[in-house]
Structures are given as structure tokens and as C-alpha cells.
């Protein structure tokens, strides 16, 4: 049996368009959450890979990550798609 892994990068992050959210966001280290944009290439993604029959989504525990990763799976026809952290 075969298999296709996808790959794919988080949306635009907060602190690539301020580029004082590290100093205002110090208890955050270095966790910032998705732009606007951000949201909307996670969103336009999802729409690409919604009738396909994604078994699971792994991601990091970042903020970022989970954010893009949610909203691909909010996409998912597959309302089975299960959304795994790892470190």
C-alpha cells in the first residue's frame, strides 16, 4: 500500500509584520499566532485538501502550527481527520 505524505508550513505569523511583538510578548518567548493573512493561507490550504482523504494531521505544539493545522482540518470533508501534537 502506498502512501503520500504532505508537507506544509504554517501561515504568516504576528511577528513578521510587528516586529515589536518579542518585546511586548515576553512571556510568549517565541510563540506568536497567526496574521490575518496567516489565517487565510491556512484557510486557502484546507480548501485545497478538503476532499481528499487525509488520515491525520501532525503538527508541533506551537501556536502557529496548531492554528493552521485546525483550520485545514475545519476544511476536511473527512470530519474523521485527527489533528496530532508533537513535540
Known sequence: MSRTIWLV???QRVDNVDKKWKENNSTKWDDPELTIRGKQQAHEVGKHFAN???EAIITSPYTRCIETSAQIAAMMENKSTKICVEP
Request: hydrophobic share 35%; aromatic share 0%; proline share 0%.
Open 52 to 54: 481528499m482523504n487525509i
Open 9 to 11: 508550513r504554517h501561515g
